[in-house]
């Protein structure tokens, strides 16, 4: 099983729509929550962390189930500017005595999100 | 727009040459990373450094090695290139400790192919 699953997508959906998507996780140590955003051949960056209390940034919500081991994202609104490949991110404590954490990260597969006009 | 670099980003080369992609930040980070990405599959880690003299292997197994001489170098080296290796490698840095939220910074990648 891997560590972070995403559904892969694609997902096809017209400007305006609000859509969701969903990850889960296997390891129940994990600390820390982000949802990345990678462009087509493109590197990928820093979207939003996610806070177990929920967070919002303008049309993306960001959801966390410690309980399901559940991670979602929801864009409202969507833009053409949204096509792209959303990628779940998890950080667990890892290394030395105490649980020391060093930042690894493992990452989703992604899920691909095209916005047509 | 984060402060971190690689070359080269393209690279078309023989099988069993040697090479080495190059990765720098100006951000003063402690933290490198090393990622491997084939098109349209999830981020491997291979190589990761929690600063000057310390390299570890990540979580996927790779014939590259890397050094940390100085904070803001972090090249990868492969002895002997094979088709096996062709991928894309990405390069990303963090600040260290929680207060940095974390967030690694990513490179434009080095998109290698062997043939």
């Known amino acids: 099983r891997k560590e972070v699953e995403q559904d892969p997508g694609p997902f096809n959906v017209p400007e305006g729509a609000t859509v969701a998507f969903n990850c889960t996780y296997s390891n129940s140590a994990s600390q820390s929550f982000f949802w990345y955003r990678q462009d087509c051949r493109k590197e990928p960056k820093l979207l939003m962390s996610v806070y177990s209390s929920g967070n919002e940034d303008g049309r993306f919500t960001a959801q966390l189930n410690r309980a399901s081991q559940y991670i979602s994202l929801l864009i409202r609104d969507s833009k053409l500017s949204d096509s792209a490949t959303y990628l779940c991110?998890?950080?667990?404590?890892?290394?030395?005595?105490?649980?020391?954490?060093?930042?690894?990260?493992?990452f989703g597969q992604g899920t691909i999100l095209t916005v047509h006009p | 727009e984060a402060d971190i670099y690689q070359t080269p980003r393209y690279l078309v080369i023989g099988t069993g040459k040697k090479i080495t992609l190059e990765c720098s930040q100006t951000m003063g980070h402690d933290k490198m990373y090393w990622y491997q990405q084939d098109p349209g599959m999830e981020l491997h880690l291979i190589h990761y450094?929690?600063?000057?003299?310390?390299?570890e292997k990540g979580d996927l197994s790779s014939e590259s090695t890397v050094s940390r001489i100085r904070t803001e170098h972090f090249p990868l080296t492969l002895e002997s290139a094979r088709p096996s290796h062709t991928s894309q490698y990405l390069c990303?840095?963090?600040?260290f400790g929680a207060g940095s939220g974390y967030e690694q910074y990513f490179g434009p990648g080095t998109r290698l192919t062997v043939t």
């Open positions: 990303a840095s963090s600040a």
């Open positions: 991110v998890v950080r667990w404590r890892s290394g030395g005595a105490g649980g020391t954490s060093y930042g690894k990260l493992t």
């Open positions: 450094s929690y600063g000057v003299n310390s390299t």
